[in-house]
């Protein structure tokens, strides 16, 4: 008997209960669909929020976004808030703990490139701010696209791989083009709504910074 197939993954807009279309990504999930609805894709300028989605996507890695999402309160806690003054005084005992931590992804190499990216952000915010940096690789405002379809939205752009080759030559690590244009796309640098998702136009209302 011939194995049993796995229906198709959506590629179009999903309409929901609510009567809502979205994006096919989040499922049905409610954590998953609320952070479609109220983060994902909308503009950040906060230099703490960027460089707290930066770790997190980076700890993505091998790994889907929901387990991180579901993990994300652990991690604060963990990491001290994000704080990056703290994070860069990490010890070696402090890498153990966090070993040994169950609510986060224990992944050394993840968790040392956390603090080399701590470095970078204090570097960043004495030469001009680390959001101001970042938005600086496309042009200080989100780029709108215009996707009909998931098959449409590229893993990576020549936004991202500047901005990887940027954050690697400072000494980072788990910031390669396919992540950090996943970290675009969820801080609205990028605008990957598709287009017949109710986020989209939403989303791009957001396009200039109050």
């Known amino acids: 008997m011939p194995e049993k197939q796995k229906p198709p993954r959506p590629v179009a807009s999903v309409l929901h209960q609510d009567g809502l279309c979205r994006c096919p990504w989040p499922g049905h999930d409610p954590l998953y669909v609320a952070y479609h609805d109220e983060e994902w894709g909308v503009p950040e300028w906060d230099d703490r929020a960027l460089f707290e989605k930066l770790i997190l996507d980076g700890f ?8 991180i999402l579901r993990k994300r309160e652990a991690f604060r806690a963990a990491f001290d808030g994000f704080d990056p003054h703290k994070i860069v005084r990490y010890k070696p005992a402090k890498i153990e703990k966090l070993m040994n931590d169950p609510g986060i992804v224990r992944n050394r190499a993840k968790i040392e490139a956390t603090v080399a990216l701590a470095r970078i952000y204090l570097d960043l915010a004495e030469r001009g701010g680390f959001a101001n940096h970042l938005w600086g690789f496309v042009g200080g405002k989100p780029i709108q696209n215009a996707r009909k379809s998931t098959r ?41 709504h598709l287009v017949d998702c109710h986020r989209h136009q939403a989303v791009a209302a957001l396009a200039t910074r109050l």
């Open 152 to 192: 449409d939205v590229p893993a990576q752009s020549k936004e991202a791989e500047a901005l990887a080759k940027d954050l690697k030559s400072r000494g980072g690590n788990f910031v390669g083009p396919t992540i950090v244009y996943a970290f675009m796309q969820a801080t609205g640098m990028v605008n990957d």
């Open 60 to 67: 993505q890695a091998g790994l889907s976004w929901i387990t």
